[in-house]
């Protein structure tokens, strides 16, 4: 119903950025929570930021809150994360997921993944 497909990780320097894609296709796109997660090797998968779609209200994981910035544009079907102040913890692969439920936090709530995208970030 959902399908989900990541852009724009790659290789940076900390202190830099980097601006995650991920496009949506799907009637249904304007009714889902759509959120990032990562997970770093060794790690479980880790909620990063969501952004509701009944309030286009947003949430952040503390550890990214004030660096990292979650948009939608509804028109095209697309979903962004900007990362700035980016830090060598950062590093991991990271989803976009789309989820209909009420625990935008949690990884269970979300049926649609992408494939995900990795970011690493050198020290």
């Known amino acids: 119903q959902v399908q989900l497909v990541e852009s724009g990780g790659g290789l940076v320097q900390a202190g830099g950025s980097l601006r995650l894609s991920c496009a949506a296709s799907g009637r249904t796109f304007n009714n889902y929570d759509m959120g990032w997660f990562r997970q770093a090797p060794g790690k479980e998968r880790e909620f990063v930021a969501v952004f509701s779609r009944s309030t286009g209200s947003t949430a952040y994981a503390d550890s990214v809150k004030g660096r990292f910035t979650i948009s939608r544009d509804n028109a095209k079907n697309m979903v962004y994360l900007q990362m700035n102040s980016l830090r060598p913890e950062d590093t991991a692969v990271y989803y976009c997921?789309?989820?209909?439920?009420?625990?935008?936090?949690?990884?269970?709530?979300?049926?649609?993944w992408g494939q995900g995208t990795q970011v690493t970030v050198s020290s």
């Open positions: 997921a789309a989820s209909p439920g009420t625990l935008p936090r949690a990884d269970r709530a979300y049926p649609y």
